[in-house]
Antibody, heavy 117, light 108 residues
Framework: QVHLVESGGGVVQPGRSLRLSCAAS????????MHWVRQAPGKGLEWVAV????????YYADSVKGRFTISRDNSKNTLYLQMNSLRTEDTAVYYC??????????WGQGELVTVST | SYVLTQPPSVSVAPGQTARITCGGN??????VHWYQQKPGQAPVMVVY???DRPSGIPERFSGSNSGNTATLTISRVEAGDEADYYC???????????FGGGTKLTVL
């Protein structure tokens, strides 16, 4: 079955960087578009970024554009989110999700990122 | 950017029908997807492309979309349906996904 497992979260100071990873299994990773979605504590869902199956096309939410970079390594079945210049408002649980058709049919368990002094 | 509007909360008695709306400008021209999220868990898709159900989702969950409003309908509501529900579309103008603010369904 489909499994998405995020890792790399933790506590980081404002202005610093962090890289999240998402290990995928149970499906042919290289043929699927993938997304990151986040959820601040007690808040709703916010879409972050999307990457095409081959990594050639990427789109971002306005709130992270220029600071976050989505990437993938199809040889390792892994999705990444490089987060630079982190702000306190980036504190959230970050979910790796698989695209079914401009929606999200499978989600990871989520990884908490806390940006704090 | 495109905005989706949901009521913050909906309450319903067990066995009754819950309807959760999602408003947006000409949303009827877009494909709407719905997610259920229980406390401490990742979201689960319950309806996609307005009215299709993923495998394993009970037939009690259905969706419709027309004009400026999409609706998630949950028939014969059970205590286990208590959760937050989010609608979502893909905004092809900005190449971004958009979520509604979420609706907390309370089963009385």
């Amino acid at each position: 079955q489909v499994h998405l497992v995020e890792s790399g979260g933790g506590v980081v100071q404002p202005g610093r960087s962090l890289r999240l990873s998402c290990a995928a299994s149970g499906f042919t990773f290289s043929t699927y578009i993938m997304h990151w979605v986040r959820q601040a504590p007690g808040k709703g869902l916010e879409w972050v970024a999307v990457i095409s199956y081959d990594g050639n096309n990427k789109y971002y939410a306005d709130s992270v554009k220029g600071r976050f970079t989505i990437s993938r390594d199809n040889s390792k079945n892994t999705l990444y989110l490089q987060m630079n210049s982190l702000r306190t408002e980036d504190t959230a649980v970050y979910y790796c999700t698989r695209d079914l058709g401009n929606n999200f049919d499978y989600w990871g368990q989520g990884e908490l990122v806390t940006v704090s002094t | 950017s495109y905005v989706l509007t949901q009521p913050p909360s909906v309450s319903v008695a067990p066995g009754q029908t819950a309807r959760i709306t999602c408003g947006g400008n000409n949303i009827g021209r877009k494909s709407v997807h719905w997610y259920q999220q229980k406390p401490g868990q990742a979201p689960v898709m319950v309806v996609y492309d307005d009215s299709d159900r993923p495998s394993g989702i009970p037939e009690r969950f259905s969706g419709s979309n027309s004009g400026n409003t999409a609706t998630l309908t949950i028939s014969r509501v059970e205590a286990g349906d208590e959760a937050d529900y989010y609608c979502q579309i893909w905004d092809s103008f900005s190449d971004q996904a958009v979520f509604g603010g979420g609706t907390k369904l309370t089963v009385l």
